[in-house]
């Protein structure tokens, strides 16, 4: 198997875009596309720039190397860190239009693009080993993803009947055009500027090539910010299918913590106001400032969190993110917990009606703005029992927990842990091996 070239969707659904080309691009004809700016607009179904109109358009550098495009993109899109930032990237452009509409896709080989990865979603100052077991991990998840295109297989935003369910899951949604998006809803891929060291270059040139496999195939490896003390199982963010490896354990040295399942509401509330020595408990500003980006630095109470929400607030965020009108919100109720805690399924309680919601993400975009840290929280109320004024939410973790916690493996890799140790830890009974040189 050769190095594969990866398709990164990274502007969906716009208007138009502003690309800055540094050095000189061809396009399938050959024709050199100087250096400069150059404005590319959908036009139905076509493309318009520079005087020209055509169905199909892909810049190529003439040198992979030194010739880089920039362009302002979305990142953190509906997360609580959303920005806009104009960033740089190396490969090809291909620009895409429909319904008159502009994605834009980057096509690079998949080491440059691994990279970029690494030191988006961790800081470019982590330790080797942290770059190394992460490399490991999103290449794995990456070529999985890749493997499941090629076979047709989208599992996405698949909704139950309607009844008084709403159940939804969100995986490789819309990803028509391009492999995988640049973004949290994949993987962050925030181009070359964040690179900005060779101890990250070194590390992952060490792992190149090598993915985690299980029962013979390419692990489709999974990971989150932080996990709260205990991982969770596949089956609470995503479909209902076992998944050997992405499976709950408790994520730290500390005996007293408590084995899965975390499932009754004592359990889970002695949990959380426990705060276990768990590797992702880390206060150590240290090791944060030299792990985690600078956006994700703003961020805290990513191990324990409260979120306080008036009952307006509630009725108004299930009307306008679910389209549900259930009338004044009375009542938050647990109904379904992951084996971490995580809740699977939630019952809001309206005035005129209720509605039971799921799987994790959607609990979480339902109740924020943006989004809760995560769905492993227990609900308390203020006011009346009847009728409360406010919901206050207790949480832990930071995402959906499955898989590798990057804090939690951040702690170990300074602790002096190799980057072999931590992917078994995280991602038991599987096999590191490399797929290419």
Same mark, same amino acid.
């Given at each position: 198997?050769?190095?594969?070239?990866?398709?990164?969707?990274?502007?969906l659904?716009?208007?138009?875009?502003?690309?800055?080309?540094?050095?000189d691009?061809?396009?399938?004809?050959?024709k050199v596309?100087?250096?400069?700016?150059?404005?590319?607009?959908?036009?139905?179904?076509?493309?318009?720039?520079?005087?020209?109109?055509t169905?199909?358009?892909?810049w190529?550098p003439?040198?992979?190397?030194?010739?880089?495009?920039?362009?302002?993109?979305?990142?953190?899109v509906?997360?609580h860190?959303?920005?806009?930032?104009v960033?740089?990237?190396?490969g090809?452009?291909?620009?895409?239009?429909?319904g008159?509409?502009?994605?834009?896709?980057?096509?690079?080989?998949?080491?440059?693009y691994?990279?970029?990865?690494?030191?988006?979603?961790?800081?470019?100052?982590?330790?080797?080993?942290?770059?190394?077991?992460?490399?490991?991990v999103?290449r794995?998840?990456?070529l999985?993803?890749?493997?499941?295109?090629?076979?047709?297989?989208?599992?996405?935003?698949?909704?139950?009947p309607?009844?008084?369910?709403?159940?939804?899951?969100?995986?490789?949604?819309?990803?028509?055009?391009?492999?995988?998006?640049?973004?949290?809803?994949?993987?962050?891929?925030?181009?070359t500027?964040?690179?900005?060291?060779?101890?990250?270059?070194?590390?992952?040139?060490?792992?190149r090539?090598?993915?985690?496999?299980y029962?013979?195939?390419?692990?489709?490896?999974?990971?989150?910010?932080?996990?709260?003390?205990?991982?969770?199982?596949?089956?609470?963010?995503?479909?209902?299918?076992?998944v050997?490896?992405?499976?709950?354990?408790?994520?730290?040295?500390?005996?007293?913590?408590?084995?899965p399942p975390?499932?009754?509401?004592?359990?889970?509330?002695?949990?959380?106001a426990a705060?276990?020595?768990?590797y992702?408990?880390?206060?150590?500003d240290?090791?944060l400032?030299?792990?985690?980006t600078?956006?994700?630095?703003?961020?805290d109470?990513?191990?324990?969190?409260?979120?306080?929400?008036?009952?307006?607030?509630?009725?108004a $965020?299930?009307q #306008?993110? +679910?389209?549900l009108?259930?009338g004044? &919100?009375?009542a938050?109720? %647990? =109904? *379904?917990r992951?084996?971490?805690g995580?809740?699977?399924?939630?019952?809001?309680?309206?005035e005129?009606?209720?509605?039971?919601?799921?799987?994790e993400?959607?609990?979480r975009?339902a $109740?924020?703005? #943006?989004? +809760?840290?995560s769905?492993?929280?227990? &609900?308390d109320?203020?006011g %009346? =029992? *009847?009728?409360?004024?406010?919901?206050?939410l207790?949480?832990?973790?930071?995402?959906?927990?499955?898989?590798?916690?990057?804090?939690?493996?951040?702690?170990m890799?300074?602790?002096g842990?190799?980057?072999?140790?931590i992917?078994?830890?995280?991602?038991?009974?599987?096999?590191l091996?490399? =797929?290419?040189?």
């Open positions: 198997m050769k190095e594969p070239s990866i398709e990164v969707g990274l502007v659904d716009a208007e138009g875009t502003t690309v800055k080309l540094e050095g691009f061809v396009d399938a004809e050959g596309i100087g250096a400069g700016e150059h404005r590319v607009l959908p036009a139905g179904e076509t493309i318009r720039y520079g005087g020209t109109q169905k199909k358009l892909c190529s003439t040198r992979l190397d030194n010739c880089r495009f920039s362009l302002e993109t979305t990142i953190g509906q997360f860190w959303q920005q806009q930032e960033q740089t990237f190396a090809a452009i291909r620009f895409v239009a429909a008159n509409r502009l994605t834009v896709i980057n096509l690079v080989p998949l080491e440059t691994l990279t970029s990865v690494i030191c988006s979603e961790m800081s470019a100052t982590s330790p080797a080993d942290l770059v190394k077991a992460h490399s490991v999103s794995s998840w990456l999985a993803q890749c493997a499941a295109r090629m076979c047709g297989n989208k599992d996405t935003n698949v909704p139950a309607e009844g008084e369910e709403l159940i939804r899951w969100y995986d490789r949604e819309g990803h028509v055009s391009f492999d995988v998006c640049a973004d949290d809803h994949c993987q962050r891929y925030h181009g500027g964040r690179i900005r060291t060779g101890t990250a270059f070194d590390a992952i040139g060490v792992t090539g090598q993915v985690l496999s029962d013979g195939e390419v692990c489709d490896a999974r990971y989150a910010k932080a996990c709260g003390g205990v991982t969770e199982d596949f089956r609470t963010a995503w479909s209902d299918e076992e050997p490896y992405l499976v709950p354990f408790v994520d730290g040295p500390d005996p007293a913590m408590p084995d975390i499932t009754g509401e004592m359990a889970f509330r002695q949990f959380l705060r276990p020595d768990a992702c408990n880390c206060r150590d240290a090791i400032d030299e792990v985690l600078s956006f994700d630095r703003q961020t109470d990513f191990f324990r969190w409260q979120v306080r929400l008036g009952a307006d607030a509630v009725t $965020l299930v #306008s993110k +679910l389209g009108d259930l004044r &919100v009375i938050l109720q %647990p =109904v *379904e992951g084996l971490s995580r809740l699977v399924r939630l019952r809001i309680v309206g005129r009606g209720s509605r039971i919601i799921g799987k993400l959607e609990i975009r $109740l924020s703005p #943006s989004h +809760l840290y769905s492993a929280f227990a &609900v109320c203020e %009346p =029992v *009847e009728r409360p004024d406010v919901f206050v207790n949480g832990a973790g930071w995402g959906h927990g499955v898989g590798l916690c990057q804090i939690g493996a951040a702690v890799a300074a602790r842990i190799g980057y072999q140790e992917l078994r830890h995280y991602y038991p009974g599987t096999t091996e490399r =797929v290419y040189e």
